[in-house]
Every structure is written in structure tokens, then in C-alpha cells.
């Protein structure tokens, strides 16, 4: 049972990535499924939302416009699609899950019932 984040990589400025973040062992129905980026020295920044149940999504306001979360059709994988890329972008990006939690709760971090490993975004400017 585990959560993976994949499709980083190197992107010029104003590019695109898309991530995944798939699971493994259980399915994301009902779970709400966050996106948080760590740079190197900084502490864990929470960047996107969206609960299963209804849909609704939240992001941080460093991304808001730029970024998007999604669920796939299948029930096992959730995806950030980010477009006009920026240098202040790269980092470390990785998904929690939390049963039936408000975003209020995931965007905390805290106390998650998955966390799945990382995937390295970086942004040349």
C-alpha cells in the first residue's frame, strides 16, 4: 500500500509538467489528495487540493492560475498539470492522501494516512 509521485524532471521556464501521483494497494476514491513541494532550505510548502467526494480543489496562491489538480479516470491516480513554469517552482513535489478529509486538514500535512515518495521538478530560468 503506497503512494508514488512521478513525471518530474527539467523544464525551461514558461513550460509545462504534468505529475502523477498513483497508488498502489488501495484506490483514491473518497480519499482527499494533496501536492506539497519542498525546496532545498526552505520548509514544505502545501500547493494544491481536491477532495474526491466533490470534486472541489484549492490551491496555494503562489500557483493559482498556473496549476492544476485532476483525478484520472481510473481510481488509482491524481495528476498536477502546471504550465508557465517559474525558476521558484523547483522543487521536490509529493502527494499525501487523507480519508475523507477537508482541505483544511490536508494542506497541514499533518497526520496523513499516506505520503507517497517525491518526484524532482526544476525549473531553469
Known amino acids: 500500500v503506497q503512494l508514488q509521485a512521478s513525471g518530474g524532471g527539467l523544464v525551461q521556464a514558461g513550460g509545462s509538467l504534468r505529475l502523477s501521483c498513483a497508488a498502489s494497494?488501495?484506490?483514491?476514491?473518497?480519499?482527499?489528495i494533496g501536492w506539497f513541494r519542498q525546496a532545498p532550505g526552505r520548509e514544505r510548502e502545501w500547493v494544491a487540493c481536491?477532495?474526491?467526494?466533490?470534486?472541489?480543489?484549492a490551491y496555494a496562491d503562489s500557483v493559482k492560475g498556473r496549476f492544476t489538480i485532476s483525478r484520472g479516470n481510473d481510481k488509482n491516480t491524481a495528476f498536477l498539470e502546471m504550465n508557465n513554469l517559474k525558476a521558484e517552482d523547483t522543487a521536490v513535489y509529493s502527494c499525501p492522501a487523507d480519508l475523507e478529509s477537508p482541505c483544511t486538514v490536508v494542506k497541514t500535512g499533518h497526520g496523513m494516512d499516506y505520503w507517497g515518495k517525491g518526484t524532482q521538478v526544476t525549473v531553469s530560468s
Open positions: 481536491l477532495i474526491s467526494k466533490d470534486g472541489r480543489t
Open positions: 494497494g488501495f484506490t483514491l476514491d473518497y480519499f482527499t
